[in-house]
C-alpha cells in the first residue's frame, strides 16, 4: 500500500513539473479565423459544425438506412421517438422537411455549440428543458443516422 502511495506522489511531482501552455494573448490563435466546430455562423439555416455540405442521393442508400437504425436504437431511442411525440427530445417525425441535412448533422456531431449559439436548437432546449448529451457521434455515422431520418418522414 505504502508503495503504491509513493508512485502515485512520485508520478505527481512529475506531472506538475511540466510546462505550462503559452498564457501570452500572443500565442492563443485569433478566434476570429476558426474553421472548426465552432466557426461562425454563416448559414443559420445550416447550423454550426464542421458539415458544410450534405450531396443527398435518390433511390435512399439502404446500408446507411440500416446502420443508421442500428445507431438510434443504440444513442437516440431512450430520448427520441419516431413519430412527432415529444419524450425526453423532440420526435423525428418531419424532421428532414423542416431542417437542412447539414443542420440535423451538425446538430448531432456539434451538440454543445449548437445548444450554446444556434438560435433554432436553443428554442428546442427551450421546449424540451433538457440538453441533448454528446454521444460523440461520427460525421460518417451523424450521415448514415440523417439516412435513416429520410426513410423514416417516407422517402424512398
Known amino acids: 500500500m505504502n508503495r503504491i502511495f ?3 506522489v512520485a508520478a505527481s511531482l512529475l506531472f506538475s513539473c511540466a510546462p505550462d501552455k503559452p498564457k501570452n494573448v500572443e500565442e492563443i490563435p ?3 479565423s476558426k474553421s472548426g466546430p465552432e466557426a461562425v455562423l454563416t448559414d443559420p439555416t445550416k447550423g454550426i459544425g464542421a458539415v458544410k455540405t450534405v450531396t443527398l442521393h435518390n433511390p435512399l442508400e439502404q446500408d446507411r438506412i440500416g446502420r443508421g437504425l442500428a445507431i438510434f436504437e ?8 419516431l413519430d412527432e411525440t415529444r419524450f425526453v427530445g423532440p420526435g423525428w417525425k418531419g424532421v428532414t422537411q423542416r431542417r437542412k441535412p447539414e443542420w440535423i448533422m451538425n446538430m448531432v456531431t456539434n451538440v454543445e455549440v449548437m445548444l450554446d449559439k444556434d438560435p433554432d436548437a436553443q428554442k428546442l432546449l427551450e421546449l424540451c428543458l433538457t440538453r441533448m448529451p454528446n454521444q460523440n457521434v461520427s460525421i460518417g455515422d451523424a450521415r ?3 439516412e435513416f431520418m429520410r426513410k423514416n418522414d417516407g422517402e424512398k
Open 30 to 32: 485569433d478566434q476570429s
Open 74 to 81: 443504440m444513442k437516440c431511442s431512450a430520448c427520441h421517438k
Open 144 to 146: 448514415d443516422i440523417l
Open 6 to 8: 509513493c508512485s502515485l
